[in-house]
T-cell receptor
Framework: GNSVTQMEGPVTLSEEAFLTINCTYT??????LFWYVQYPGEGLQLLLK?????DKGSNKGFEATYRKETTSFHLEKGSVQVSDSAVYFC????????????FGDGTTLTVKP | NAGVTQTPKFRILKIGQSMTLQCAQD?????MYWYRQDPGMGLKLIYY???????DKGEVPNGYNVSRSTTEYFPLRLELAAPSQTSVYFC????????????FGQGTRLTVV
């Protein structure tokens, strides 16, 4: 079956530091890949997505590239801000499983001023 | 735009009590899902529905029931609440099968004491 593995957290960075959160996946077929962000007390919201190999998703300074050869979708940001503090989830949605998404366990990011 | 609306936001139940978590979406999405999120963990799929009148079990269905009489509503029923059901519950929807992101409600934080 499908699975998503995220780097273990939590991650604590200083403001303006470079961020990488690793994500690898196992899936059949040709899934789409997503990063969701969850701010305290809120639901998950889509941060970015990529629907095919070599696609790069980007939003709010965050980027991730769909690497089929390494089955990875690592999240990066060049300069984090305090407001980026949240939980980040990597996920995939396949084309053969009734739209169900598979989520990683989430990585908590804390950015200190 | 309302999106996915969940009620209540918080609830405390006593062991053995029952309740229904409400979920409504106004995006005319066919697919709807219920997840639970335990502290420090990812999301586990409880039940899902691919359309009105059609529901199916996810990874962790025991102790829950669902119904889907219309496209808009997808309530989750807890019978005989147990402490193990203490969690944050998220309802989500997506417009069509596979390769698409999910839209989440803000969650219901349930404590069973």
């Amino acid at each position: 079956g499908n699975s998503v593995t995220q780097m273990e957290g939590p991650v604590t960075l200083s403001e303006e530091a470079f961020l990488t959160i690793n994500c690898t996946y196992t899936a059949t077929g040709y899934p789409s890949l997503f990063w969701y962000v969850q701010y305290p007390g809120e639901g998950l919201q889509l941060l970015l997505k990529a629907t095919k190999a070599d696609d790069k998703g980007s939003n709010k300074g965050f980027e991730a590239t769909y690497r089929k050869e390494t089955t990875s979708f690592h999240l990066e940001k060049g300069s984090v801000q305090v407001s980026d503090s949240a939980v980040y989830f990597c996920a995939l949605s396949g084309d053969t499983n009734a739209g169900k998404s598979t989520f990683g366990d989430g990585t908590t990011l804390t950015v200190k001023p | 735009n309302a999106g996915v609306t969940q009620t209540p936001k918080f609830r405390i139940l006593k062991i053995g009590q029952s309740m229904t978590l409400q979920c409504a979406q106004d995006m005319n999405h066919n697919y709807m899902y219920w997840y639970r999120q335990d502290p420090g963990m990812g999301l586990k799929l409880i039940y899902y529905s691919v359309g009105a009148g059609i529901t199916d079990k996810g990874e962790v269905p025991n102790g829950y029931n669902v119904s889907r009489s219309t496209t808009e509503y997808f309530p989750l029923r807890l019978e005989l609440a147990a402490p193990s059901q203490t969690s944050v519950y998220f309802c989500a929807s997506s417009p069509y099968t596979g390769n698409t992101e999910a839209f989440f409600g803000q969650g219901t934080r349930l404590t069973v004491v």
